[in-house]
């Protein structure tokens, strides 16, 4: 068996693209995939939930030079939580290919933090093997403009004065905060739906969150060149110490926070009469991102359908396959307790 194709450091460098729910990691790894120049790049994808919808995506998408074989899935869980059992064996499975990839690109879910992934890294199976050329972190431009992981402390200072239940916590922020902390660069995505003031607000509010500069680069459909972000050589994994996190070394990460059900999605007329469907279930208490596909009647293709916040989004991404059943499915994500009831509800039409 060939030995890895390696880097001046003898190790095959890794790019960790994180961010929050429906930010755009996807469509940035496609575009990676689409723009690899002939390096051959091989992808990790995990997702939280039943049914690992991004790594099919990826993988039917037709990218010249990308195989079935270059597309790792890792559903049902979180790879942060799971290394020993799931990234571990999955990256050397990789790495012991006969023709091994000379980079990795490695999506993580929405809800991962990034920081203990960094430290897998360390791990003696594959510390000699691989290192973090860079942490990604996308950040959806508008919906941070709309305040959605914006605290205003002065506020919660004065709500709390008033009213001692109050729950200081907010998982969805402190996720959102530990994927920046960590990051090398961070993509403003979805730049094209807010106004340069909007933009300039927005990269204010994530650098008050960050006790470094970090380079915060605008992006729209996650189309960047991919000489910025594939080949920083960060080795983050020998960098910890300034990644901080609000999870310190001894604590144990979980999503007890969120919930996610994988759902039968429908045949609609038309695709605008499925997304309305798709935006009716977005609205339900609790639900935070919708993603899945479904099949329109006297059309080949699959219609891919995705939902964060109040925007959802619709395109045809391939055919389907000639003995394929044309089961429409829905993975939605949300805190837990979310009103399954409404989403089923609007689901169903």
Partial sequence: MNAPQTTTLGKVPCTIITGFLGAGKTTLVRHLLENAGGKRLAVLVNEFGDLGF?????????IEGCTQDDIVELPNGCICCTVADDFVPALEKLLDRENPPQHILIETSGLAL???????FNWPAIRSRVTVDGVIAVVDGPAVAEGQFADDPEALKAQAAQ???VDHDNPL???FEDQILCADLILLNKSDLVDAAGRERVKAEIAQHLPKAIKVVETAHGKVEPALIIGLGAAAEADLAARPSHHGEGEDHDHDDFDSVALPLPQAGSPEELVARVAKAAEAEGVLRLKGFAGIPGKPMRLVVQGVGRRVGHHYDRAWGADEARDGRLVVIGLKGFDRAAVEAALAG
Avoid at 54 to 62: L, Q, R, V, Y
């Fill in 54 to 62: 991004d790594g099919s995506f990826i993988a039917g998408c037709g």
């Fill in 114 to 120: 990034p920081k203990p992934l960094v430290k897998a």
């Fill in 163 to 165: 009213d001692q239940a």
């Fill in 173 to 175: 922020e402190e996720v």
